[in-house]
């Protein structure tokens, strides 16, 4: 069972297994831009044991709670994307830039303060706003209609590409930030904004999967 885990692909063991979006974050492997990225290649591209990783898989119970977004209608995964994580990153975003602009502003003299992170988060902001606007407008509504649209070219395919784009973004963010860690004498303010970095994120990551591994495959195969 956990061997033939190795052999599968990021993305389809986070559609598969409820749970396995949070093993694969701690072991920082990409499940959602590099979904399609074997279990095993992805081990081993971070000298990780792939073996142990499906083992820690395989004993992730289920989670009742958290639809099999495969087995349900595009609708209502859109419905979902659209309230949990286009509302969510339109909160947290101006949030975490002010909270970005304090800690520079008052720890701008200490050599692990984040220096650049605030205009890299407003960057974040901007490209993620129109991104979204891209799928509420144009992709979301085609989508909706049941029109079957390619994979490889049209909006899907630009979608795609942005979400490797909002991937990189996090990639620079981690490095900005000792990946996501704060220094042990941070303050309050330095704790808060690195606690909601992390559950920024976690959210993209989780919103790219949704859409990367299940609603593209699904309007691509209708």
């Not at 502003?105 to 050599?111: D, I, P, R, Y």
């Not at 407003?122 to 993620?128: A, R, S, V, Y």
């Not at 891209?134 to 070219?153: N, Y």
């Amino acid at each position: 069972m956990t061997t033939a885990l190795t052999e599968q692909t990021l993305g389809s063991l986070a559609c598969l297994i409820p749970g396995a979006t949070r093993v694969f974050r701690q072991y920082k492997l990409d499940f959602c831009c590099g979904g399609n990225t074997r279990l095993r290649d992805a081990a081993l591209q971070r000298s990780l044991d792939a073996q142990a990783i499906a083992d820690e898989l395989a004993a992730l119970g289920s989670d009742p709670t958290e639809p099999d977004w495969r087995n349900e209608p595009p609708t209502a995964l859109i419905d979902h994307v659209l309230e949990r994580f286009h509302e969510r990153h339109r909160e947290q975003l101006p949030e975490l830039i002010r909270l970005a602009n304090r800690v520079e502003q008052v720890h701008g003299n200490k050599a692990d303060c984040p220096t650049g992170l605030a205009e890299h988060l407003w960057c974040m902001q901007q490209e993620l706003e129109s991104h979204m606007l891209k799928e509420e407008q144009i992709l979301f509504p085609m989508l909706q209609r049941g029109i079957q649209l390619s994979p490889t070219q049209g909006p899907i395919a630009v979608m795609r590409y942005e979400h490797d784009q909002h991937g990189a973004a996090l990639e620079r963010l981690a490095e900005l930030t000792n990946d996501i860690t704060p220094p042990a004498n941070a303050c309050n303010t330095w704790r808060a904004l690195y606690r909601g970095l992390e559950e920024l994120r976690g959210d993209l990551m989780q919103h790219i999967h949704l859409e990367n591994n299940i609603l593209f495959v699904t309007a691509s195969a209708n």
